[in-house]
């Protein structure tokens, strides 16, 4: 995907930084320039947009209800319970 005009960033290398982006999870430079290039691109900016629709589509779809304390309590024992056996058998 291409505008079809020169970047300094390849549309390709945005495109695969475009989930960390929306993330906050690219360094300050790598940001400033993935912000430059979509304001440039628009193909990349629909792309961009695409991904961000979907991301937020999916953080709506799994804020579902916490499980109840009582399976809470009996999966973190069981996995004590493991713990302890695997250690006292693994010595």
Avoid: W
């Amino acid at each position: 995907m291409s505008c079809g005009n020169p970047h300094e960033m390849d549309c390709s290398e945005v495109l695969s930084k475009v989930y960390d982006f929306l993330d906050g999870e690219v360094t300050a430079t790598d940001r400033d320039r993935i912000a430059q290039h979509l304001d440039e691109c628009g193909p990349c900016l629909r792309q961009y947009g695409l991904e961000k629709a979907v991301k937020a589509l999916v953080l709506r779809s799994c804020t579902c209800d916490h499980a109840p304390e009582s399976l809470r309590v009996q999966i973190v024992t069981q996995i004590r319970q493991i713990s302890i056996t695997y250690r006292s058998t693994g010595d």
